[in-house]
């Protein structure tokens, strides 16, 4: 295991959503989900220095998102009040990930908070805890805790977890910030796809069922979309969008279909990993 202390950079992966089903909803509005998750080798990189007047501080605040309401920030605090610990620190964010992507940037950092501080503040929460005390920040926190590609199932907190051939994604970003809560919320958006058994899943299987919303609604997205398409038939929205991404059989397809991009279209490539980078973190 990589030895990590407060000198360390810690990363906080992308996530792709290989497929992606509503299959119901819940008496509280959310949605009944599934999906897997897999890791990819783009990152934002957290750093943290101790304090000892118990305060946590962003020294990096994101333009547009308030400190206070910052994920990372929140999860700092969730661990202190959680754990009684007096300790604090400051945060360093070098963020690299869209927000409103569809990547779970935002949740990965929050995740990479709760792993990363109760290891250097020796609080020992395990990890099963770590993962119920994410889900109280977001439905997509308790995977990047969780560590490992998985089928995920309720709103995105019951794993089974999946071995995953090599891959890599030509990703694509259009550049709109698509809000998670609309597309949930839009009247149009199927409810009804037939849940499966994990175990019957296969690499390739499946679907986005939000893709269409935020087609309809963001038309940058199906212009993406339309174009990775005409270069791999497995082209699909992430998440709730923005981005859009295709697995491609090796490194030169892929980097040749990036080099194909029209002008006004970005993205890059990545490769899947097999598991977290701090998967083995305690
Ligand atoms: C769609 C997914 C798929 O991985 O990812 P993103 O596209 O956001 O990355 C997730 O389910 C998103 O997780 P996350 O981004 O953490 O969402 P949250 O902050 O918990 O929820 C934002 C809002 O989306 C709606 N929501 C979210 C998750 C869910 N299963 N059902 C919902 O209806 C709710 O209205 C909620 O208020
Ligand atoms: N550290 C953070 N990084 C990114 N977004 C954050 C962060 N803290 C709070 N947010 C809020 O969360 C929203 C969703 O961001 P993000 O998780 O990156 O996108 P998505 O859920 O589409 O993958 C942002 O629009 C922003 O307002």
Redesign the pocket.
């Known amino acids: 295991m990589t030895h990590r202390d407060w000198n360390s950079d810690w990363p906080a992966p992308a996530?792709l959503?290989l497929f992606?089903h509503v299959v119901g909803r819940r008496a509280d509005?959310?949605?009944?989900?599934q999906?897997v998750?897999r890791f990819i080798d783009r990152c934002d990189t957290l750093r943290f220095s101790p304090r000892s007047d118990g305060r946590i501080e962003l020294a990096t605040p994101i333009p547009g998102v308030p400190a206070d309401s910052d994920l990372t920030v929140r999860a700092a605090r969730l661990l202190q009040q959680h754990t009684g610990c007096r300790q604090g620190a400051t945060l360093h964010l070098d963020k690299r990930l869209p927000m409103g992507g569809?990547?779970?940037g935002g949740?990965s950092d929050a995740a990479t908070v709760l792993l990363a501080l109760n290891h250097l503040w020796q609080t020992r929460v395990p990890r099963a805890e770590l993962e119920r005390l994410g889900l109280t920040l977001?439905?997509?926190?308790p995977v990047f805790v969780h560590g490992r590609n998985t089928f995920a199932e309720g709103?995105?907190e019951a794993f089974t977890d999946v071995e995953l051939p090599p891959a890599t994604y030509l990703v694509l970003h259009p550049e709109v910030q698509v809000p998670?809560?609309a597309i949930?919320?839009a009247p149009e958006l199927r409810r009804d796809t037939p849940a499966i058994r994990p175990a019957d899943w296969r690499p390739g299987d499946g679907h986005n069922d939000?893709e269409a919303v935020a087609c309809a609604r963001f038309p940058a997205v199906a212009e993406h979309l339309d174009w990775l398409r005409r270069q791999s038939p497995t082209a699909m929205m992430?998440?709730?969008?923005a981005c859009v991404f295709a697995s491609f059989a090796d490194r030169a397809a892929a980097a040749a279909a990036l080099a194909a991009c029209p002008a006004g279209m970005n993205g890059w490539l990545a490769d899947g990993l097999p598991f977290h980078p701090l998967a083995e973190i305690v």
């Open positions: 996530k959503n992606l509005g959310y949605h009944l989900l999906t998750f569809g990547l779970g949740s977001g439905a997509d926190v709103v995105g998670t809560a949930f919320g939000l992430t998440g709730s969008g």
